[in-house]
Nanobody, 122 residues
Framework: QLQFVESGGGSVHSGESLRLSCVGSGDSLEYYAMGWFREAPGKEREGVSCITESGSSTRYRDSVKGRFTVSRDNAKNTVYLQMNNLKVEDTAVYYC???????????????WGKGTQVTVSS
């Protein structure tokens, strides 16, 4: 069964950067588009970024465009999210998940990892 382990989160000040990693196990990620999601306290989980199977195309939520960059290394069964110029509003638990495609946020697997906490202070 495909599972994910997210890492790389932490506490930073606004304007600083973090790089998140998502390592898959139990199945190869090369067959799937991969998405990053986040869930802030009291808010619904929302899609942040998506990358296609080969990494040839990406998509971002408007609020993170120009600041976040998603990438992947299928040989390592890993996807990344480089987050630059972080804002307080980016504070959330970040999760990765397989997607149907990058045209929407439809997920293909029912089980989520524990996520990684990103806390941005002013």
């Amino acid at each position: 069964q495909l599972q994910f382990v997210e890492s790389g989160g932490g506490s930073v000040h606004s304007g600083e950067s973090l790089r998140l990693s998502c390592v898959g196990s139990g199945d190869s990620l090369e067959y799937y588009a991969m998405g990053w999601f986040r869930e802030a306290p009291g808010k619904e989980r929302e899609g942040v970024s998506c990358i296609t199977e080969s990494g040839s195309s990406t998509r971002y939520r408007d609020s993170v465009k120009g600041r976040f960059t998603v990438s992947r290394d299928n040989a390592k069964n890993t996807v990344y999210l480089q987050m630059n110029n972080l804002k307080v509003e980016d504070t959330a638990v970040y999760y990765c998940q397989v997607l149907l495609n990058c045209f929407g946020w439809a997920t293909l697997k029912p089980i989520w990892g524990k996520g990684t906490q990103v806390t941005v202070s002013s």
